[in-house]
């Protein structure tokens, strides 16, 4: 399975929402505290960029030799319509100071020293240190992985559902009484996970490994191949 840090990067690189939370900001519009863009650098560090004129820049301008915390929390919502559709939460926390010269004309460029953090999703729960934060990279597929899930939902759907073939006999049995929908719910380097939705409102999830991790679209185009072919005998 894929480390705590390498989920924890692929949600700070994904297009997931996210939200800079500071101490003492409760009054600052919601939307006022969405990055406009984040990155991370070499040393495991967030680079959050804002309007000018946001709080949170004001807030780090002000607080000069101060030390200021803030937390990054970013919420990972499935792609494609599907029951309990929030996959993940991840947050990273630590000290934010301005970084100038960084961004365009009327932004300003945050930066979050990560001191830790920590996701919760559905590998589980688990904190992350900064040195595992800073060592560990984004899955390749994190800026595809929406597009991947919405075409194998649209057009792959009899495929899909042939995945169930390969979760044993009770299950075909079960699927046979109950009539589900297989639902692409996550996609990574190292497998699918996929949501099988029963007509009486009941559900429950299945991943399929990869024969190996795959690094590119063309890889994973060829180890999705090789998962319904092996679904279709």
């Known amino acids: 399975m894929p480390s705590a840090a390498e989920r924890t990067r ?44 946001s709080p949170a820049v004001r807030a780090a301008a002000h607080a000069q030799d101060d030390e200021l915390t803030a937390v990054l929390e970013i919420t990972d919502v499935a792609p494609v319509s599907v ?38 999703d559905l590998w589980g729960a ?18 595809h992985e ?8 649209a057009a792959h759907g009899e495929q899909l559902n042939m995945l169930c073939g390969l979760l044993g ?8 009484a109950h009539e589900p929908s297989v639902v692409p719910v996550a996609i990574d380097r190292l497998g699918l996970r996929v949501r099988v939705c029963e007509a009486d409102g009941r559900f429950f999830d299945a991943r399929f490994d990869f024969a190996e991790p795959v690094r590119d679209m063309v890889a994973l185009r060829r180890a999705m191949r090789t998962l319904f072919e092996a679904a279709a005998h």
């Open 146 to 153: 929406a597009e991947l899930l919405q075409h194998l939902h």
């Open 169 to 176: 006999e009770r299950t075909h049995e079960r699927r046979a």
């Open 10 to 53: 692929t949600l700070v690189q994904s297009t997931c929402s996210a939200v800079l939370l500071v101490p003492g900001m409760s009054t600052a519009g919601f939307d006022q505290l969405i990055p406009l863009d984040r990155s991370v650098g070499p040393e495991g560090d967030l680079f959050l960029e804002f309007p000018a004129d």
């Open 126 to 143: 688990q904190g992350v240190e900064p040195e595992e934060f800073r060592d560990s990279a984004a899955d390749p597929l994190v800026a």
């Open 83 to 120: 029951p309990h559709r929030i996959r993940g939460r991840g947050r990273v926390s630590g000290r934010l100071t301005p970084a100038p010269g960084m961004a365009g004309p009327g932004r300003m460029m945050l930066r979050l020293e990560t001191g830790g953090a920590y996701v919760d």
